[in-house]
């Protein structure tokens, strides 16, 4: 029961692509983390063939900073570094998980990214942004996901593959 992939997405690879490929995940959880690396592999190797879009699933009520770490990223996609971002956010995940306020290391990876970080910072706490959060995060409840990541290819749920092979 997944929506298919629309404008309101991020999305990369090949839209005209008969494979598609959604994720359901959160910046603050450790499988996102270590699924992170295979998904960015193999939208390298088929980056032609597969269309993918991530979604946010910020599980808020086991990762203090899964929402603000969904608006960090929503702020860069803005600014078209979306997944960039999220390579920062998921390799780095241990340096700010647990900060009592992560903000500054967000603006720091935006710096990095060379960003406007005036606009970052706006951007980081606007409605548009919470909306955005907030509106993926209850799609995703309302279709029956209670864990990430979660996985469709082509609308269909997959089980979680074990290795890259998988």
């Known amino acids: 029961n997944v929506p298919p992939i629309s404008k309101n997405d991020i999305t990369k690879g090949n839209p005209r692509s008969?494979?598609?490929l959604i994720e359901y995940s959160d910046f603050q959880c450790p499988?996102?983390?270590a699924y992170?690396?295979?998904v960015k592999q193999l939208l390298n190797e088929f980056n032609d063939k597969i269309y993918f879009a991530y979604r946010m699933f910020p599980l808020s009520n086991s990762h203090k900073n899964a929402i603000i770490s969904a608006q960090a990223s929503y702020a860069t996609y803005k600014q078209g570094k979306f997944f960039e971002m999220a390579d920062y956010l998921f390799s780095k995940q241990t340096e700010?998980?647990?900060?009592s306020d992560p903000t500054t290391a967000f603006t720091d990876y935006a710096k990095l990214l060379k960003l406007d970080i005036n606009k970052f910072k706006a951007d980081l706490n606007s409605d548009e942004?919470?909306?955005y959060v907030i509106n993926s995060q209850n799609q995703a409840s309302n279709v029956g996901i209670n864990s990430t990541p979660s996985f469709f290819i082509n609308e269909k749920q997959?089980?979680?593959p074990q290795t890259y092979n998988d």
């Open 18 to 20: 008969k494979i598609t």
């Open 31 to 33: 499988a996102c983390a």
């Open 36 to 38: 992170h690396p295979l």
């Open 96 to 99: 700010w998980a647990e900060l």
């Open 129 to 131: 942004t919470k909306n």
């Open 158 to 160: 997959i089980a979680n």
